[in-house]
């Protein structure tokens, strides 16, 4: 029987979500989408001590901005879903709710003789840790070791029921077995053998606090939840062997999912994980949106550096996936269409934080000029700049090709809008002379008296043509109008920032310019 395909991303609310992990989540999304399956989100918060406040919440809007949306977990209104209905029938999806779940299945797996108890305290482990590291070794607890520590395989049944009654310090490990190869298939590194004589006895569940640890939680909610493929980052390779070891202890081969371990986002320069720290030195953002932590640090989003959603995650699936083809531009429905494991590489990819603007300034030329001037109008209301919307529209329609982001329309066109207030220096030492002054201030009359149609062509080659006419220094005069109209000497065209201001706002600020920097 072929099972409807269910896949999950699983994160930890540690911290606000890298945008390795917003890759993860979207390869989850795109494979479940093409196959008309549910991704699900789940939330792993059984280590309390890593556990950080808004993160929980900061992975949903992270999605939700991303249109990364599940099918199960996550409820109408953005809340984690506790109670099981219809829609959502694995609730709760936050593993610290589903704590009296877990407990049975580590018992069970002590029963069938695949775990044990272990009673070594946390000093009589450090004993054991550094006597090994006098003795220039590591400690391991592992199928040799076990046999020399306080466990229920060393302990009589009496004392260990005794210790288990009496005691809550107490752990269920699994008993790993001693040199045996594990066989594993994985969709993107192909087949893997680790022998299991070099892998530790893992802790499955703490009796302090009553919770499982991550790898027991994660197996029997993937085995619950009836996840098809599990599709995570490559850190969790490490892990797999003991992960396969567990489906077997429990039974579960059967239905046991796939997986498929993503590679490494890298670094731009230099080799290693993308962190924080490069973002920081480079100047880009590693996480989708805004982070403050509980301490009070910032942290730079995508969002708010004022990326689109869509070129974010354009960007994202290419970090990894090659579609095989020349195409760059996906949109999320092109991507479910086209994504696929079997492409995806087995190294690392390195971010390129220019291609990542690249991306936005693709797509914000695609947008169109009605849609981006509803963007810039809201800039423009935050700087209390009154324009109409037919301005506003034409004016994004003009300079929307030299934009990065929406944010840029105003540095690129902010003299569209308001009078210059002060000159550039240099650039008024160098435009800013006698005989162009003079040539400009009769192109200024001429403009005045302009009566052709109000369109840039029109006026502009009948500016050209007059200072042609006249055997002016065409740049010359037109770098003297614009100090004039702008404040500096780059800039657009002058047809075309006159077409916006009108003609009366030419000449009152060619005036001023005349009073400020008489010559
Ligand atoms: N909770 C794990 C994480 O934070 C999930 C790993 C997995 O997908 O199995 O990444």
């Known amino acids: 029987m072929t099972r409807k ?67 199960e977990g996550v409820d109408e209104n953005g809340k984690i879903v506790s109670e099981p209905c219809a829609r959502h029938p694995h609730a709760p999806y936050r593993q610290s709710e589903r704590r009296p779940i877990y407990r049975k299945y580590a018992e069970q797996l002590v ?35 076990r046999k020399h520590l306080r466990n229920s395989l060393t302990l009589s049944k009496e004392e260990t029921e ?93 239905t046991q999912p796939r997986f498929a371990h993503l590679p490494l986002l890298l670094k731009p320069v230099g080799n290693g994980k993308l962190s924080k720290r490069d973002g920081d030195k480079l100047g880009f953002p590693v996480f989708p949106l805004k982070w403050v932590s509980p301490e009070g640090e910032v942290s730079r989003g995508y969002r708010e550096d004022g990326y689109f959603p869509e070129a974010f995650i354009n960007m994202l699936a290419l970090l990894g996936w090659n579609p095989g083809t020349e195409q760059e531009i996906f949109s999320l429905a092109e991507l479910v269409k086209e994504f696929s494991i079997a492409k995806v590489s087995k190294s690392g ?96 009359e001429r403009i005045l008296s302009y009566e052709g149609a109000w369109v840039k062509e029109d006026l502009e080659k009948d500016i050209e043509e007059f200072i042609r006419a006249n055997q002016w220094p065409m740049g010359k005069v037109m770098n003297c109008l614009r100090l004039a109209l702008t404040g500096c000497g780059s800039g657009l065209g002058i047809a075309d920032i006159v077409i916006f201001t009108g003609k009366e706002e030419l000449g009152r600020r060619f005036a001023k310019a005349k009073e400020t920097l008489n010559l």
């Not at 609310?13 to 008309?36: M, S």
């Not at 809201?378 to 003009?398: F, Q």
Request: aromatic share 12%.
């Open 162 to 254: 005794r210790l288990l009654r009496e005691t809550t310090t107490w752990t269920i490990r699994f008993k790993m077995p001693e040199d045996t190869v594990v066989e594993m298939d994985d969709m993107v590194r192909g087949h893997i053998s680790v022998n299991s004589s070099t892998l530790d006895d893992k802790v499955l569940w703490k009796r302090a606090d009553e919770l499982p640890t991550y790898h027991l939680a994660n197996i029997v909610d993937d085995h619950l939840m009836e996840i098809t493929e599990v599709i995570r980052g490559e850190e969790w390779l490490p892990s797999l062997p003991l992960h396969f070891l567990l489906y077997k202890a429990f039974g579960w081969t059967e």
């Open 5 to 71: 395909t269910r896949v999950r991303f699983a994160p930890s609310p540690t911290g606000p979500l890298h945008i390795g992990g917003v890759r993860t989540a979207l390869y989850n999304y795109l494979y479940a989408k093409q196959r008309g399956g549910d991704f699900i989100l789940r939330i792993e918060d059984t280590d309390s001590h890593r556990f950080v406040p808004g993160a929980e919440e900061y992975i949903i809007e992270s999605l939700r901005w991303c249109g990364i949306i599940p099918d």
């Open 111 to 145: 029963e069938s003789g695949n775990a044990y108890y272990a009673f070594d305290t946390a000093a009589e482990l450090e004993a054991a840790r550094s006597a090994a590291e006098s003795a220039g070794q590591t400690f391991i607890y592992n199928y040799e070791s």
């Open 349 to 444: 990819a390195k971010f390129n934080p220019d291609k990542t603007k690249w991306f936005n300034k693709e797509y914000l030329r695609m947008k169109s000029d009605e849609e981006l001037a509803a963007l810039f109008e809201k800039d423009l209301a935050g700087r209390d700049v009154v324009a109409s919307h037919e301005k506003v529209v034409g004016i994004v329609h003009l300079i929307k090709e030299r934009a990065t982001f929406v944010s840029d329309f105003w540095d690129i066109a902010w003299y569209l809008f308001k009078a210059p207030e002060s000159y550039a220096e240099k650039d008024a030492a160098k435009f800013w002379k006698i005989e162009n002054v003079e040539a400009a201030s009769k192109v200024v």
